[in-house]
């Protein structure tokens, strides 16, 4: 019964433990520092450091930093803040595979030494050809039968810079005949003249992924290697790599299906475009599913949390959706978040009966669903800015806000009644007049009559104007992620709308990063981290607050 509830790898695990094929468990994270990690690297960080935790084991942070030419120390930084910020603790455990360059090199010279690798000097299009096909075996090189003596000569060379980009490289010695093509003695060095982020130019060879992963994994006493179903046919590779390099306790590779969300652009090349194109403000552009651009936007770790484990582990690939993504941040806030008022298409309400100078203090719940989270006050006075969506000089059936001869109530003040409304010289409404009954204030106990309609306002004294930003998905969702024709991204032109003039209530002056809040009615919002200031505050909207999103029932 035990397993019914536990995926397929924590049952890997188990049966690892209880044969004794480990005694203990470690996992890693271990990212290319060659982009911004987004949703789906997520899926990653949290199942393996999920792992670790479960099962009292360690969890290590480790760059795969094997390729230089793609490679920054901005990556690498960005990626550190991602992880930490998810709550992923590799405690003392941060490492980068060029720690280990010595250790590769030894482990190729061993591999040498076995008559299980060889220098090549076939050129990549050659190596190609040589290769096979699905249905072809491949064909030995012509280098293939050199000596012991002259692969350690040729290798040493190569390490010292005598030859040039391309010029050779080691291979393993495996099978040219195997069904999978990864065995088909693959390239595991090449030699690049560049210099690398963390080693400067102290090797000018450097190891291929498939040859260095598992030589990573092994000297850090990984046990479980968890990794996207992509890497699936290299396995037989990885398992090769660590036994004929006579690791003790060599790890095991485990391989899961990716996080796919639907209409979302995840790939590198097309975000550093966005970005290089100025289309988006930099990798954490709110409207992008990078993490730093989640948190930019306003999720938080725990919603992320949440729609990891709502999507699950498992060997099948599947698309989740964003309004699955949008269910989990509104179910993470909307007991936590004080509710507050603000108005992003204001519209002047004038109560003509209330005295000029008096301000009253009303009484709010912070969040009615959550006493908890306690009340605050409001200041109310005569001028008040409400939504211009509030009012309507002629409404239409079923309108129950306000318009000329109808009463509302002023959430959290008094019933008002709109009596006139005053209209610049192209006929557009910019303000309405109305009355008000004092015996009607919240709270009064009033119950002399009832009313439709509850709006809210903000005092247009006391309110603190802010710049609020609206987004949509970046694609546009009717045409697909690319064009069919040239590759291109199908973007929406109103991914993005900027609210310069927006009024809100006093208390949220003091909003800092990374305080969040909703709008009533207007949705969930945050403070901007990158471009609010106390003298020009910018709130982005995280959600709305409907949501097409529905929970399967079992």
Known sequence: MENETKNFIEQIIDKDLAEGVYDHVQTRFPPEPNGYLHIGHAKSILLNYGLAKKYQGKFNMRFDDTNPTKEKSEFVESIKADVAWLGADWE?????????????????????????????????????????????????????????????????????????????????????????????????YRVAHLTHHNTGDAWCIYPMYDFAHPIEDAVEHVTHSICTLEFEDHRPLYDWVVRECEFDHPPKQIEFAKLYLKNVVTGKRYIKKLVEDGIVDGWDDPRLVSISGLRRRGYTPESIRMFVEMAGVSKSNSICEMPMLEYCIREDLKMKRPRMMAVLHPLKLVIDNYP???????????????????????????????????????????????????EVRLMNGYFVTCTDVVKDENGNVTEVHC??????????????????????????????????????????????VYNEEDGSLNLNPNSLTVLKECYLEPGLADAKVPDSFQFVRNGYFCVDSKDSTPEHPVFNRIVSLKSSFKIEKA
């Open 356 to 406: 000029e100078d008096q301000v009253e203090y009303m009484e709010v719940q912070n969040n009615q669903e959550n006493p908890e989270l306690g009340v605050r006050t409001v200041p109310f006075c005569r001028e008040l800015y409400i939504e211009q969506e509030d009012f309507m000089e002629v409404p239409v059936k079923k309108y129950f806000r306000l318009f000329p001869g109808n």
């Open 92 to 188: 003392d455990r941060l490492f980068f595979a060029s720690d280990y360059f010595e250790t590769m090199y030894e482990c190729a010279v061993k591999l040498i030494k076995k008559g299980k690798a060889f220098v090549c000097d076939l050129t990549a299009e050659q190596i190609r050809e040589y290769r096979g096909t699905l249905t072809e075996p491949g064909k030995n090189s012509p280098y293939r039968d050199r000596s012991v003596e002259e692969n350690l000569e040729l290798f040493e060379n190569m390490k010292k810079g005598v030859y040039k980009d391309g010029e050779k490289v080691l291979r393993a010695k495996i099978d040219m005949a195997s069904p999978n093509i990864n065995m088909r003695d693959p390239v595991i």
């Open 435 to 480: 009355t008000y009954d004092p015996e009607t204030r919240s709270g009064s106990g009033f119950t002399g009559r009832k009313v439709k309609g509850t709006i809210h306002w903000v005092s247009a004294r006391h309110a603190v104007k802010a710049e609020v930003r609206l987004y949509e998905n970046i694609i546009d969702e009717e045409k697909g």
